[in-house]
């Protein structure tokens, strides 16, 4: 599943990092009531109950994955390219430890330094 964080934080250091809690908590809580192995289904229902969704500017995308491979990073990256959003969480509920990954997109990506001597 993919949650698209929509939410402005004020740290500096770490977007969305009070909403990005309380998600994180509702997906520890769901895994710990229901376990793994369930339909993707089971999971966005029991997530949708929970109190982070109540009042809360979230969306969520399913993928349907057992496993989190890089071509679910890529996709996720992609989407949130493409929609605007600026955080997404990829979650793995497939699995008997529990598996969630922060991605960030940003249209402004830092600039590389390809002769690190000369930035000196």
Not at 7 to 29: C, M
């Amino acid at each position: 599943m993919v949650y698209p964080v929509l939410n402005k934080s004020n740290n500096k250091n770490l977007i969305y990092e009070a909403l990005t809690y309380e998600i994180r908590k509702a997906i520890f809580n769901v895994y710990n009531e229901l376990g793994f192995g369930h339909k993707e289904q089971v999971y966005q229902k029991a997530l949708a109950n929970t109190s982070f969704a109540l009042g809360k500017d979230t969306s969520e995308v399913g993928l349907g994955a057992k496993f989190v491979a890089n071509t679910f990073e890529t996709q996720l990256l992609q989407y949130l390219k493409t929609t605007g959003y600026q955080l997404g969480l990829l979650v793995n509920f497939g699995s008997p430890r529990l598996y969630i990954k922060r991605l960030i997109w940003t249209p402004y990506p830092r600039k590389s330094v390809s002769n690190q001597r000369k930035s000196l």
